[in-house]
């Protein structure tokens, strides 16, 4: 088995990872980095395609796949869930592998095939849906290899960790990693089928290192409810603007936001193009128990018109937008920049049902806009919220079920994935022996 770490392992993001065994070649995540598509978002006149994301780190550099002779044996790509920085390059790359079939759950499949849709761009490649708990054969798999994807809890719904079993051994790609006995909505992580892959033999471990530095579990979906029920009870103002906003993607949390905000008898309006995006990828599956209780607007004419009733009618409507991170033209930068018929005023409230990726440019973003809508007066709750990203008794467990041959840290810099490298020394790896510290465009053969 060797492993070409493509992206992914120097920064948060652009995760993509190539495994080869034999002379077959397997493909797992093709995702953004975030900084870099938004540092080309920033410039008008820069054109959005493979070469320009390339020049900004905006995609993977899977150009190593030719130097090492691999693009041409690739048998097929995995997506792991629906956040942008695992599925948001798969339309500017599905290209060089022509034929190779891209397989997700459900909902990955819907976001990813909206994303090729809303970009122009097309995709040719076979697109799959698969069931979680079931195992497909790789058709014209010259050595009977299997995979499957194993149902696991995220911050987005139809997450799953992928299982490619070979004969040396299962190939396990846990990005990302979190776990959650009492979601909200679904089912709790599959520990039995964990276990039994275990048994079975895992050859290579690969696991979100993101928070391996803390031992402090983040809390299940249950407690971000809570925080949000604290939340909502202290919007003392019953006049004023009320607008809550979350990532896009997190459909449990918008489920939680929906029915705790039906208690203030306002009128729930879902505004911004991503929101919009991932809430309707959730109704064409049947993943979306709010459906009838919102209402979604996401072209500029209509929230403009929209937003001109909330400046006139404040206590009537409760508005979940985007923005959280300070995106450029998200509903809350524009808001802030004066560009819309709203604006904040002392009295509003705004709750912010996340956290900052903790990358500089959105750090430095966030900081910005929060300057921003406190200098308009609007009263700001931050973080309530608990993150998609276990801690190091999440990865022990992991560990514990799977005892893999190898540990490959993934999904951080160096300085965020070195606390999982000590942690695997609890359990007698070693580094460089079956505990691997590597780069992006390294080749690992085990």
């Known amino acids: 088995m060797e492993i070409c770490t493509i992206g992914g392992f120097e920064e948060v993001g652009k995760n993509m990872t190539a495994v080869k065994v034999g002379e077959e070649v397997y493909i797992f995540d093709i995702g953004f980095y975030l900084p870099g598509v938004i540092e080309l978002q920033e410039d008008p006149d820069e054109k959005y395609n493979i070469r320009s994301l390339r020049r900004v780190g905006g995609i993977p550099d899977d150009r190593v796949l030719d130097n090492l002779g691999w693009r041409k044996k690739v048998k097929a790509i995995f997506i792991s869930h629906a956040h942008l920085d695992h599925v948001g390059g798969v339309q500017f790359l599905a290209h060089r592998y022509p034929g190779v079939p891209i397989y997700g759950t459900p909902f990955t499949i819907e976001v990813l095939r909206s994303l090729i849709s809303d970009s122009g761009m097309s995709v040719s490649n076979p697109i799959k849906k698969v069931d979680t708990g079931v195992k497909y054969s790789v058709k014209n798999s010259s050595q009977n290899i299997k995979f499957e994807f194993v149902h696991t809890t995220h911050s987005t719904i139809d997450s799953a960790f992928v299982v490619l079993h070979t004969p040396e051994g299962a190939f396990f790609y846990a990005l990302d990693l979190k776990f959650d006995n009492h979601p909200t909505m679904g089912l709790p992580p599959d520990y039995k089928r964990f276990g039994e892959i275990g048994k079975r033999g895992v050859k290579a471990l690969m696991v979100d290192a993101l928070y391996s530095y803390t031992e402090k579990k983040p809390g299940g979906e249950k407690v971000a409810q809570h925080l949000l029920e604290d939340a909502f009870s202290k919007v003392r103002s019953k006049k004023g603007a009320l607008f809550i906003t979350t990532f896009s993607s997190h459909i449990e949390r918008l489920n939680n936001i929906v029915k705790i905000a039906s208690g203030t008898r306002r009128e729930i309006v879902l505004i911004g193009r991503s929101l919009a995006r991932y809430v309707e990828c959730s109704k064409k599956i049947g993943k979306c128990p709010f459906r009838n209780n919102v209402k979604i607007l996401k072209y500029r004419r209509q929230v403009n018109s929209f937003l001109r009733k909330v400046e006139n009618n404040r206590e ?27 604006n904040f005023r002392p009295g509003d409230n705004l709750i912010f049902s996340s956290s900052v990726i903790p990358t500089e440019v959105n750090i430095i973003a966030r900081e910005k806009l929060d300057k921003k809508l406190r200098g308009m007066g609007v009263k700001i709750q ?25 540990i490959i840290p993934a999904h951080g810099d160096h300085k965020q994935e070195e606390p999982l490298i000590g942690l695997a020394k609890e359990y007698n790896y070693s580094l460089d022996k079956n505990s691997h510290l590597v780069s992006n465009g390294d080749l690992l053969k085990l």
């Open 382 to 406: 931050t973080d309530v919220h608990v993150h998609g990203h276990g801690s190091r008794e999440d990865m022990r467990e992991l560990i514990e079920m799977l005892k893999p041959e190898h």
């Open 316 to 342: 009537k409507y409760l508005v979940i937008c985007t923005g959280h991170q300070g995106e450029k033209n998200s509903i809350l930068d524009r808001i802030s920049k004066g560009s819309t018929p709203f």
